[in-house]
C-alpha cells in the first residue's frame, strides 16, 4: 500500500525534473568550530552527471571554512576537491529527501600577516541528508546537513591519523540539462 501511495504521488514529479544529464551545483553554508578554528562560512562549486532519476555523482571545489581572527593567526580556512554521490527518493512534484555520501582532500592553512606559516592535508569521508525542492524543469533548492570524518595526513611534517570531525549546513542552488 505504501509504495502505491509514493508511486502515486511522484507520478507528476518526473515532469519536473530530467531522468539524466548534466548537473551544475552552487552553494553556501555555515561549519561550526574546528580544532582552534572558529565557525565560518563555507561554500562550493560543484559539475556531475545523473544517471537515473534516484543516482547522481558530483565532484568540484569546496571551502568548508574561512575564517579570520582565529585564535593566534589571523586567518584559517579549508578547502580542496570533493567527490560526492546522491541517492535521491521522489515522493511528489515538490519536494525529494536525499541522502549522500563523498570523499574529501582538504589543504587547511593558517596565515598571519598574508604570509601562510601552516598548512596541513586533511582528508576523509562525509555522510549527509536533506531535501531537495523543486523550482522550474532545470531548477532545483537543495537543503542538507553533512558530517565530515577527517583526519590528518603525514605530509609537512604533521602526525598522521589526528582525528577532525564536523558538520556542515549549507542551501545549494542546482541547475539540471538533459533528458526529461
Request: glycine residues 12%; aromatic residues 16%; charged residues 10%.
Amino acid at each position: 500500500l505504501v509504495a502505491v501511495l509514493l508511486s502515486t504521488l511522484s507520478a507528476v514529479a518526473f515532469a519536473f525534473e530530467p531522468d539524466s544529464g548534466l548537473q551544475i551545483n552552487i552553494s553556501g553554508g555555515y561549519t561550526p568550530s574546528i580544532l582552534e578554528i572558529n565557525s565560518g562560512t563555507s561554500y562550493g562549486g560543484y559539475v556531475g552527471y545523473k544517471f537515473n532519476p534516484y543516482l547522481s555523482v558530483e565532484g568540484g571545489y569546496t571551502s568548508l571554512l574561512k575564517q579570520s581572527q582565529s585564535g593566534a593567526a589571523t586567518a584559517a580556512s579549508i578547502y580542496g576537491p570533493e567527490i560526492a554521490g546522491y541517492l535521491t527518493v521522489r515522493i511528489n512534484d515538490l519536494v525529494s529527501p536525499f541522502v549522500r555520501a563523498s570523499f574529501s582532500k582538504f589543504a587547511m592553512t593558517q596565515s598571519t600577516g598574508g604570509i601562510v606559516n601552516s598548512i596541513q592535508t586533511i582528508y576523509g569521508p562525509s555522510y549527509g541528508v536533506g531535501f531537495q525542492f523543486y523550482e522550474a524543469d532545470f531548477f532545483s533548492l537543495r537543503v542538507g546537513y553533512n558530517t565530515y570524518y577527517l583526519q590528518t595526513s603525514n605530509d609537512y611534517y604533521v602526525q598522521a591519523g589526528i582525528p577532525i570531525t564536523t558538520s556542515n549546513t549549507y542551501v545549494a542552488l542546482l541547475m539540471q540539462f538533459g533528458d526529461y
